[in-house]
């Protein structure tokens, strides 16, 4: 921790400030500077209280130096995490490809979705049961009906099932159904949440929260692993910034950033990440191209008439001819994208 | 709702759209623009699959006409609401004034607290006892000690308790302790959350998320309202931006903007909404001078020793003086300020 | 500056880094932490090279200690400036009031305004005669022919006249007619045109870019007293954010915050940093209890005839009403507002 | 231009609105909604005082319908714009690469890493000469020299110049020196620039403001168009958003969105867009799989010792990676790369 004082602190501030440092267990490195004296704290910055350091007297700023969640971090685990869930495999140069519908509707559309998306080369069907929806008018999910049609698709085409969950209560119910438990970007700060799905033995895809920073990102995936979970997923689904013609701003600069600083695999979501179908397959490519390790992308047999999400949906053939681009990226990369096989015709997207 | 066609529009995708808005049981007039058709929908906008209209074959935009919430607009009800909950009255010209510590800490904190922001004249106690943070090496609060802690200090006082509940879980508790719900910033899109209170007979003190558009926050507000509890405040205390040197940035025309969309009070919280100390008097005046009707502010008896937020708490003495210059600029807007009396001190903030 | 150097950085990283602090004429202290070494480098930091201490071999991150500006800090100057321009007082509790019209229009527009705010209060006079449109098909302005008629309403009224500089080639020509010379948002970047004027002898009014820092600002306004001009009011006129309901977000907080880091005034604009006439009183009342220094209104005999920003500009009426609101409001804070008398009606805004 | 009344407008009101609409040369079609009158105003929208529309007594809202631009749009001109500027190509399958340091600091830097970078396959060559610096204590360029200097390099090389012009003044004297002007993103705003550079011969790189909406960033090029000056290429260099892990935020999703808007090329800045060297590549090579027609990058001898933005330039040796990198990303898709031949090693980025 480095507390920069007040040009006008003086001694008693400073001792002051010293001693606030040594009363959380770190030892005080004091600075002179030409102008201001800096206070240079040494050892565990991760305890209760740290943040009190900025109330002393005559305290301008303090800066972290070391990152604030442990678990999640390179330092404590150099190499790359694989994760493994069913059908998906993601990381250590694995690209897992979750394809399907915002929201399951049918027996009709979830098995017709997981069949189209398998042959075009997915590795695991996404299918919200439970939706976390903005409005109260909109449709709120089919809950444990709409999980049994995701096992029925499961058994039809054995692809790995990834679908949200909400509420802790409804973690059991949901882990009994599908291989990954997805965290909403608006639920990333849920920490019971968190905590529920750290209990689970099944894999979690961590979103982020559209104006979440990566510290905070990776926090909630330190509550996840310090549950005892170590099966995580990041992924990046975009932020809220002042861009308008999309719905968030896809920053992929994440992906090669946050592998640095962790070593879980790092998703990106296209299709939340603008909000429009026409894009998602240029940023599906360019996301694999900076070196994710996977892609969740929302595909609809129809997506006129989807219940949720249809302006971002891709239709069974755009997303074949998606795959088809990202393969070639993907390729090119070194990498495995999905069940890719040379059966498939290598379109560009 | 409009829906702007691309230029390369054929009549059938014009006649496609027309159909779109005719399933969803709207009327649509054509406009034949000089450059691009426009489809001007008209009917309920409030239904499931609305946006899927944006899925059309050859839509370039679509914008709404109507809010995307009923219960919670100004035309649904166009006198202003005020709440009342015990000793707190927020709406209609009484600016309500909630203060106290981000945690609840121990009994002398609390007991202290209490009894120093009443003198300074506020009308509600806030205090954590079940903390949402971001770390989980951060404190986690006292739970139910620190709800039972809160209503020692309502007993010693009289002030009504404002406190968090993070989870649909504890509703029941939480209610049982406290006059005042409070949803936090990070839980405002936990919609389960949000039905759980809706379905209680507390008021409730809704945050706005850090990097909510104003529909999604008044969406938030409607599905508390939509359970059936009318006792809802707004509560704005700062968004995301890229401003670093306060710790959100507080937008306070959102104060009279959201009073004309909505029947619902707007408290602001100048702690949260600077992250700074030293900045939390000028914009609680502010607020008041914006129209706000209630602040939340964050007081402690010694924040450098605080478990949490001590950086933007306010001593006992820099409470008083604030509620001093908030005095007087509500008196200059005709407003009651708390429960401030003659026999207080008219310190300038 | 801090240098946090990575946690894999070996010896002779640590070395290199040490030699590119010297290098600079800087002294190195090294500070061992548990995890990570940190060097401290103590002496000036405003020097041209400065950042490229970011590119040793093992650095992590990089702090600044000091404010990167000197003549625009507090520690430069404490005691607050105050500037004066013919009949505008800013500055250590005079709240200038300047307002007027976006664009000069033609004669009888400009003097009918100039009267209308003098009567209300304001004193200086507002009106673009060159200005700068973000679309080539929008009205560019009367140029020198508006400052005739600027000098006209001067003549007429006493106002002094603040208007809009877009050219270092223009400098001479606008400081002719004006008492004050505007550098907008969009130009808060262009340091040539700050030279300019910053070897001019007119006082200055510079707009915050929209996405400029406080500490790009405050090196702006630099830009102008390294050039010689020491006149210089900052203007905080909105940022540019995801909230969409306003033009720009008005971070009021600016104010106290910058107020703190420099003895120069704090003027507002509630036209520019709201968008919306409705909005505009409310933001002007919480930017005097803020402690604004002064601000700048958009006023127009009729808004919906206006060449520009009609939807942002007040009619006389409302800008009388207004000024009544703010007056209370100063007078609360023990300041004195424009020109404000007796004689005006006090009217609440 | 859609025009939504408020729910309490008056036959009158929105008589007034028609009349408003009409006075602008439009056509008014009144849409009588459940809740609300909506005006659609049919006509050409890029008239002088159009949004004044908005100041009508009861007006909510408005909306436009046409792209503010014109001559920009790809409806004006459907197919693709190549830019050839001496050895640089930029358009149409062939990715264009400019690479050099940010500053020109002296002869042996320059005429170095134009050999580097042309031996690397780029096929122009940046460089500094009047540097716009956010503070006046950094180094401002070494002007008239530094474009010697570029010309001597371009002699020994055949590399196109592409150099920054930060006054209208100076637009004769690069112009006579530079294959392409450079305007900077503080300058996107600075219309008397963009007029200079309209009437010019040079060729155009224009760089998006941080925080310019794609509209205005297109504005920007309509008044270079509008001048005379064809040959633009439009440049995302990154915006600004809450995100500090990195210089500015790179949205991606602008080069295929920006693509369908207009005919012109766009170019992707990943030194500036990122802010850190080991981020360039990555986000080189996933510019060119979202479909970026050409890249700009920082490259310098030796970035420890660069005077200005070594924290974001490459090496000679990571600059020749990256474009094994992306050489093979072009590859996969179908498009030339720079002067990529199979002479150059290709190894992966």
């Known amino acids: 921790m480095i507390i920069v004082m007040k ?3 003086t001694p008693a501030d400073i001792e002051q ?3 606030n440092v040594e009363a959380l267990g770190m030892k005080a490195n004091i600075i002179q500077g030409t102008e201001r004296t800096v206070i ?3 050892g565990e910055e991760r305890v209760a209280g740290i943040r009190s350091l900025e109330s002393g007297p005559a305290v301008d700023e303090v800066f972290s130096i070391l990152a604030p969640y442990k678990m999640a971090s390179r330092e404590a685990k150099p ?21 399907g519908p915002c929201s399951v509707e049918n027996e009709e559309q979830i098995i017709a979705t997981a069949r189209a998306v398998q042959q075009a080369g997915a590795t695991a069907l996404r ?5 976390p929806r903005t409005s109260p008018y909109s449709f709120q999910g089919l809950k444990k009906e709409g999980l049994k049609l995701l096992a029925k698709a499961r058994a039809e ?13 409804d973690v059991p119910l949901v882990a009994e ?9 608006r639920n990333m700060h849920n920490y019971r949440l968190l905590e529920a799905v750290g209990r689970c033995e099944r894999a979690v895809l961590l ?3 559209p104006s979440a920073t990566i510290d905070e990102w990776l926090l909630a995936a330190e509550y996840i692993l310090d549950g005892g979970n170590p099966n995580v997923m990041l992924c990046e689904r975009g932020i809220r910034t002042f861009e308008a013609h999309t719905r968030f701003t896809l920053p992929l600069a994440t992906v090669p950033f946050v592998q640095q600083k962790t070593h879980l695999p790092v998703v990106v979501d296209p299709s939340h990440g603008t909000g429009h179908t026409h894009l998602v397959p240029a940023m599906s490519r360019a996301a694999i191209a900076a070196g994710a390790d996977g892609l969740i992308v929302e595909v609809h047999p129809e997506p006129e008439k989807a219940l949720s999400d249809g302006y971002q949906s891709l239709t069974f053939e755009q997303f074949e001819d998606m795959m088809g681009g990202c393969q070639r990226i993907a390729a090119a990369m070194e990498r495995q994208l999905g069940e890719w096989t040379a059966t498939q015709p290598a379109r560009t997207g």
């Open 7 to 9: 040009t006008s602190a």
């Open 17 to 19: 400030s010293v001693k």
């Open 157 to 169: 085409t054995g692809l790995a099932v990834v679908t949200e969950v909400v509420s802790p209560s």
């Open 79 to 99: 190499e790359s995490t694989t994760v493994r869930a069913g059908s998906l495999t993601v990381g250590n140069g694995q690209i897992g490809v979750i394809a």
């Open 127 to 131: 299918g919200g049961a439970f939706k």
């Open 40 to 42: 240079a704290a040494v």
């Open 177 to 185: 159904y599908a291989e990954v438990l997805q965290i909403g970007a």
């Open 207 to 209: 979103k982020r929260g």
